[in-house]
């Protein structure tokens, strides 16, 4: 489960119990845990299966001091 997005919003995730964020087109932050970043696409409940198109992303992570 992803939250509340309006259906087509690119949302993330840290790790399995992280608190889902809206990416959008554009996102800058900081991760506040350890984990694997999950990446979904909001969709209408019920209506999964029906979806077509596809998304580009890209992800850049660096450490901080």
Do not use: H, M
């Not at 997005?5 to 087109?25: E, M, Q, Y």
């Not at 900081?30 to 696409?41: P, Y």
Request: glycine content about 16%; overall charge positive; hydrophobic content about 35%.
């Amino acid at each position: 489960q992803f939250g509340n997005f309006l259906i087509g919003a690119l949302v993330g995730r840290i790790g399995p119990n992280g608190t889902p964020f809206k990416v959008g087109d554009r996102f800058k932050g900081v991760a506040d845990r350890d984990g694997n970043l999950c990446l979904a696409i909001a969709i209408q409940p019920g209506n999964g299966q029906n979806n077509t198109g596809e998304y580009k992303v890209q992800v850049t992570s660096r450490d901080i001091p």
